[in-house]
Structure formats: C-alpha cells, structure tokens
C-alpha cells in the first residue's frame, strides 16, 4: 500500500507538493477549504490528483498516514487540531521537498526583514558565476515543485517562520538569519520567544559540516544564540565590529573573511543602497564565498544587481512629487526601515491587517519626516488613534486610487509619496503584489 498523504492548502506549496508526491508514487489528496484558483485546479486534474475546493472532508484527511500543511494554515484550525489530536505527522512543504533534493546544496535565508532582497541577490551572484541554480521558497516556484519538474544542483530559498515550524529533517547547508523583530505575533500567541524560536529552527539539524551566517549586531539574535548548543560553523557579519571570520564593514569597505578567502569591496560600489542593505549585502557575499564562487564573480554580481518590485521601487516622478512603491513592508519594522531612508518630507500611506503591531517602533521617524498619513484599509481606527497626535493631518481612504490621488493633493513640489503599509493586504488586495500593482497603476494615471 502506497502512503497517502494528504496536503492542506492549494497554492504554489500545496500544488508543488503535490506534484512531487504524485511523481514519488504517494496515494496523493489535496483539500483547501477556499477555493482554488483554475490554474492549480487545471494542473491537479491536468496530473490527476484528487482535490477538493471551498471544503474539507474531515474523514478523508484524517485518514492520513502523513498531512502536508501550508504555511498560510495556523495552527489553532479546528482541523490541525483533530489532526494533531490523532498523532498524524505534520510536515511542511520544505520538509517534503527535503526528502527528494538529492545530493543537491541548500542555502536558505530567514529573518523579519530583507529575506526577498537577499535570497535574490545571492540567486544573482550564482547566476553571474554560472552555477545550476533555482530560486525557490516563498519567491518563484515552490521547493518541491522545482525539484519535481527541474531539479538543479543548488537552491536558494527563502523560508518564513512557518515554513520552518513544521520541519523534522530539513538541514540546509547554509542557513541565513539576517534579523529577529516582532512579526506575525497573531500566529504565536503573541509570545515574541515563540517567534524567535520558530526563526532558528533554520539551524536544529545543523552539523559541523554546515554554516550559519547571521547578523551579530541584532540583540535578539546573539542572546538567543548563547542558549544554544551548534554544531555548525559560525559566520556573524557586522557593521559594528572587526571579525576574524564572517564579514564587516569598516571605513566604507565590506571585508569578507571566509577559511583563506578575502574579499574586499567599497560600499558605494554596492547595488543596493542604505544601511538595511549593506546588511543583506553582506549576508549574500558571505555566502557566496562559501560556497566557493570567486570574489571577481561576486564583486561584478553585487555592483550590478536591480532592486525588486514592491521594495523601496521608485515609480515615478510627477509635478516635483516622487511615487515609491514598498507595498512589500507588511511589517512596522521594514516600514521603519523604508522611513529610515527618506531623504525628503514625506506622505505616508499605511494600513491593512494590522497582524499585533507596534507602532511606537516608528514614532520618532514619523515625526521627523512624515507630513501626512494616508490610511488605506478597511479598519483603520488604530492607526488613527496612534497617530493623531504625531502628524499633521490623517485621511481615510478604501482604495488604492483614493489613496494615491489624496496623497497627491496633499503633497508639494519636493515630496516623496511612499507607500510602505506596516500592515498584510488582505482586506483590500489579493496580495502585496496586487496592492504594489494598483498603487502604480494609479501613480501612471494622475
């Protein structure tokens, strides 16, 4: 008798996870209680996999010799209790995909912030030194569906807290920890230690054979580190000290030192700009060093990387008014980091699913810098409470064009528009990219 497992949730993890179970000879159902969009239910038929969309048949799943859970399903679902309840093993898509990558390598990058720009620039660096490599995880294809359809001998992945929270096995080779604030609180009880925990798991099966690249200028990082007993390689990068190995910057020169390799590079040759992203810089140089690219490639490889949609993405310039599109900061503390940069006076649009956030982390910012809030969400009462005191002038808006239009209004001649949320998009947007979609799509309309 095959296994049968079953996989909860049919997006790009659920439907990759899929197809590589159906490929490894699984007795394979996939259940999703909303419904699914065509294009996975054609791939599901199109393999002929059993599904069931906008319901769950309870009996079936709990059936299960194995449940395959999304990431996006918490734990306090009915389901996942009666599914725990019964002792049926819980795994996550990254787990799954474990199992079958071969002898291929594994770098994987977590962290509250700056996961996306680095998992793409280290992606980047390995394209430039011609290595066979995918981009996977939360960004592209799913883990198992890149090694169902097109295995590569390395993969680079960006995984979240709840992708890790459901391991066993998952080992990378390399594992990223760029920073720890409070994120997704709403999923840990609102207990910040869970949320810590959950973030290094990256590093439980780890051996000495392995590396561990991680910021040790972040408190939570290095206090939690100190708890723990590694096995794997340590490599902190920092931007406050000298090490002996990792990476720092000193006098605006990035200092890689990896076994006998350096690796020198001045920061303002550097793609990305801004203090977050000497950071990520840093972390993706580290690892490429490790394993083994050569510090022409990786020099040519950051000096010319582009920056990603809906992070810090200049849109357009109208009547002296800059548009930026950060529809990806879904937390307080990527929007910190996008205040952190402006260089001008600044009209901010914020607001969504507000997951348990702290908004005091950007009150100063705010202050100095931001002229009016544009709140854009279905429930903005906490915003406005937060706020009303620290600028000017807060309008209300349901919509992205409203937003945009009201923030041109308010704006001068010298103004930087930035839409940088703090907050999910789920009340109004598909996703973040939606939300980053319409945003611009309204700025090329004004």
């Known amino acids: 008798m095959s296994t049968k497992i079953v996989i909860l949730g049919a997006g790009e993890s659920g439907v990759g996870a899929a197809l590589l179970a159906k490929q490894k000879g699984y007795n394979v159902f996939v259940s999703d209680a909303s419904a699914i969009k065509p294009i996975y239910q054609s791939e599901l038929e199109a393999n002929q996999i059993p599904y069931e969309s906008g ?59 700056g996961k996306t720009t680095t998992t793409s620039l280290l992606y980047h660096i390995c394209k430039v030194a011609e290595e066979d490599v995918a981009i996977v995880g939360n960004i592209g294809f799913s883990f198992a569906r890149q090694i169902a359809v097109d295995p590569k001998k390395l993969y680079v992945i960006e995984v979240s807290s709840f992708q890790l929270d459901d391991i066993k096995t998952f080992r990378p080779n390399i594992a990223i920890l760029l920073n720890i604030t409070e994120d997704h609180l709403d999923r840990y009880n609102y207990q910040f230690e869970y949320y810590v925990k959950s973030k290094f798991r990256i590093i439980e099966n780890q051996t000495e054979k392995d590396c561990f690249i991680y910021c040790i200028d972040d408190e939570v990082i290095t206090k939690h580190l100190e708890l723990l007993t590694t096995n794997t390689n340590l ?18 020169q990035m200092m890689l030192k990896i076994q006998e390799e350096r690796v020198t590079m001045s920061i303002y040759d550097f793609a990305l700009k801004g203090k977050h992203n000497a950071y990520n ?3 993706a140089s ?24 809906h992070r810090m993405e200049f849109v357009a310039t109208v009547k002296g008014v800059d548009f930026i599109n950060d529809s990806k900061a879904t937390n307080v503390n ?51 409470e937060y706020f009303k005191d620290k600028v000017a002038q807060i309008i209300e808006v349901d919509s992205a064009k409203k937003a945009v239009n009201a923030s041109f209004k308010l704006a001068e001649k010298g103004d930087v528009v930035l839409l940088s949320p703090a907050c999910a998009s789920f009340d109004l947007f598909k996703n973040y990219e939606d939300r980053g979609h319409q945003f611009k799509e309204s700025v090329k309309e004004l």
């Not at 490599?235 to 605006?252: A, D, T």
């Not at 260089?343 to 005091?360: E, M, S």
């Open 286 to 309: 580290i690892a490429a060093s490790t394993l083994g690219i050569r510090k022409e490639k990786i020099r040519e490889a950051v000096s010319n990387f582009h920056s990603l949609e």
């Open 55 to 113: 319901t769950h048949d309870v009996e079936r799943i709990l059936a299960a010799d194995e449940v395959m859970k999304s990431p996006g399903i918490p734990e306090k679902s009915e389901l996942v209790k009666q599914i725990r309840a019964k002792g049926i093993p819980v795994i996550s898509e990254i787990e799954f995909g474990f199992r079958y990558k071969g002898d291929s390598k594994i770098v994987a990058i977590t962290g509250s912030n």
């Open 334 to 384: 990527s929007t910190w980091y996008a205040l952190e940069s402006m260089q001008k006076p600044t009209i901010l649009i914020l607001g969504g699913v507000d997951k348990g956030n702290d908004y005091a982390l950007v009150a100063d910012l705010v202050k100095d810098k931001v002229k009016a809030i544009v709140c854009m969400g279905t429930d903005n009462a906490k915003l406005i």
């Open 281 to 283: 810089t840093m972390a």
């Open 235 to 252: 490599l902190p990068f920092s931007m406050k000290q000298e090490l002996k190995k990792g990476g720092y910057i000193k006098n605006e």
